[in-house]
């Protein structure tokens, strides 16, 4: 089964409560905004996120004259996609000397998507370096370097409970001695009301400025797509403390809260620069807004505004 088709199972229950209210309501009236707006809502797209899309199909439907909900979908899917574009530069440390920085919560796969990234670069020929930060929770150093073995990348460790900046300082170090393109930093699971983990954050990001200067330094949090809101709220919450550069939303393979990656890139404007549907190595990918919105509508054919307003006149014509 490819990427795809696991991310439409995955996506499947957000895309059934969603498709069923196009497919049951006939008529565009106020049931049918209010049936779509709860919908939206509890698929966790956000209240603004949600508010945006109604008000923009009400504009749309009026615009061009729509009489049948069913042809409000393909209005629907393109202004979700418009909230979901990831920038041109989203990826522009594939081609510098990068350290990365993966944060969040304890148990959302951070440490997995770590390893997972760290196969396919190294697949792609770039030289990997990981580094074991998260010093606290037990087993984590070990759990790292069982995926270090795996994608066959350098990892460099301390002994548990040692200080993480510790770690990062060596990291960095051997990176730019190596030439490393890409050095993985996995660091403890902070929550936001742990002022003296957010504290550590800032402290790694000090020794990479001062221990190298010139790499690029990117910053994606790990958030588990099938807690909704609450993934929402960790990354506004670590965003307060730190920049955050992308997002790597796991976790899909089987949740109803699917629309969550439209609401943080809406809300947040944070883009979602992977996602994972499995425990694979190639079940985590580069995010593709057009496929997600794809499999979130059930592979509807899309179709932009202006075809949906050239298809409204030519059956005008026909009549």
Not at 27 to 35: A, R, T
Not at 50 to 63: A, H, M
Not at 76 to 90: E, K, T
Request: charged share 30%; proline share 2%.
């Amino acid at each position: 089964m490819g990427f795809f088709q696991r991310l439409k199972e995955g996506l499947m229950k957000t895309s059934n409560s969603i498709t069923n209210v196009f497919s049951k309501q006939t008529e565009i009236d106020d049931d049918f905004y209010d049936e779509l707006e709860e919908t939206l809502i509890s698929a966790d797209m956000g209240f603004d996120t949600t508010e945006k899309v109604i008000e923009d199909l009400r504009e749309k439907v009026e615009e061009l004259g729509i009489k049948d909900a069913s042809e409000c979908k393909e209005l629907v899917m393109n202004s979700l996609r418009d909230q979901m574009n990831v920038p041109d530069n989203a990826y522009c440390f594939e081609d510098a000397k990068t350290v990365m920085l993966i944060i969040g919560v304890n148990g959302v796969g951070k440490t997995t998507s770590i390893g997972k990234l760290a196969a396919q670069y190294k697949n792609q020929g770039r030289t990997v370096l990981l580094a074991a930060a998260d010093t606290f929770r037990a087993g984590a150093i070990d759990q790292l370097r069982t995926w270090a073995e795996r994608a066959g990348v350098d990892i460099i460790a301390h002994s548990e409970g040692a200080d993480p900046s510790a770690v990062v300082h060596d990291a960095v170090k051997a990176a730019k001695a190596r030439k490393t393109n890409l050095t993985l930093i996995d660091t403890a699971g902070r929550l936001h009301n742990k002022k003296n983990l957010m504290d550590e954050l800032a402290k790694m990001r000090r020794v990479i400025s001062k221990e190298y200067p010139e790499c690029y330094v990117e910053t994606l949090i790990v958030l588990d797509g099938s807690t909704g809101q609450n993934a929402l709220e960790q990354a506004r919450q670590f965003s307060t403390v730190t920049e955050i550069n992308g997002i790597i939303l796991t976790k899909l393979d089987g949740t109803a809260k699917g629309g969550i990656a439209v609401a943080i890139q809406s809300e947040l404007k944070v883009p979602v620069k992977y996602i994972g549907v499995g425990e694979k190595i190639d079940d985590l990918q580069k995010f593709d807004p057009d496929e997600y919105i794809n499999a979130l509508f059930a592979d509807f054919d899309l179709k932009s505004d202006e075809e949906i307003l050239a298809d409204e006149y030519t059956d005008k014509d026909d009549e």
